[in-house]
């Protein structure tokens, strides 16, 4: 896909205009947004990522074939930052979900390595709760066989049921391999169309 980046922005006023079809990518620190961004559009240095956990700071927008955008995130959950900075992450990411009006879905990345964490589940919960549509989409994969991954998937499936009446939908990736990536582009183009 051709991308472009187009601007970083720290409030959301400062946005590229909400002209066109959005998408997040959102999730801990380390769990893989950046990668996956340039994963699926193809092209490695797009979004910048490390192996260091706090990589990406502001609200970043990259324009995917003129028509629609992808959002890179700054992650949650890093233990190395300050409450005051925790705060201030929360208060413009949570601005960004709520107002941003042509916010088509939210990408919840998770690390299916981890069993369920608590701030993950909260942020999901805080996200059905505010009537936000949103996908989960399990990075690094590739990790784990494939026997651990079907129980890692169904571990999730058993925590999340407690809290949603059905599992929401979910998509399991690799950015390093491609895994997972056809489907999530076409939920994406579907999502587009309508
Ligand atoms: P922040 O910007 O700090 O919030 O992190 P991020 O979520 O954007 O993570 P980023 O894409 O920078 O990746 C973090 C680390 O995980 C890097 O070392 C990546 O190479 C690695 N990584 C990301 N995706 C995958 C994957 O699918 N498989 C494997 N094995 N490693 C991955
Ligand atoms: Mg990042």
């Not at 233990?79 to 705060?87: F, G, L, N």
């Not at 919840?108 to 069993?115: C, E, S, V």
Request: glycine letters at 4%.
């Amino acid at each position: 896909m051709e991308a472009k980046f187009v601007k970083s922005s720290t409030t959301l006023e400062q946005c590229p205009p909400a002209n066109k079809p959005e998408y997040a990518f959102i999730g801990r620190s380390n769990v893989g947004k950046s990668s996956l961004i340039n994963a699926l559009v193809g092209q490695k240095g797009l979004a910048k990522t490390s192996q260091t956990p706090g990589k990406t700071q502001h609200i970043n927008h990259f324009l995917v074939e003129n028509t629609w955008y992808l959002v890179d995130l700054p992650g949650y959950g890093y233990a190395k930052v300050s409450q005051k900075e925790r705060e201030h992450w929360e208060k413009m990411i949570k601005n960004y979900l709520l107002k941003r009006e042509n916010l088509l879905c939210t990408l919840a990345l998770i690390d299916l390595r981890l069993p369920p964490q608590a701030n993950d589940i909260e942020f999901l919960l805080w996200l059905g709760q505010n009537t936000l549509p949103f996908v989960i989409v399990f990075t690094k994969a590739d990790k784990l066989s494939h026997l651990q991954q079907a129980k890692q998937e169904n571990l999730y499936k058993e925590e999340l049921l407690q809290y949603f009446e059905t599992f929401p939908r979910y998509f399991v990736t690799s950015a390093e391999k491609k895994q997972g990536l056809e489907e999530l582009k076409l939920f994406l183009y579907e999502l587009n169309q309508n």
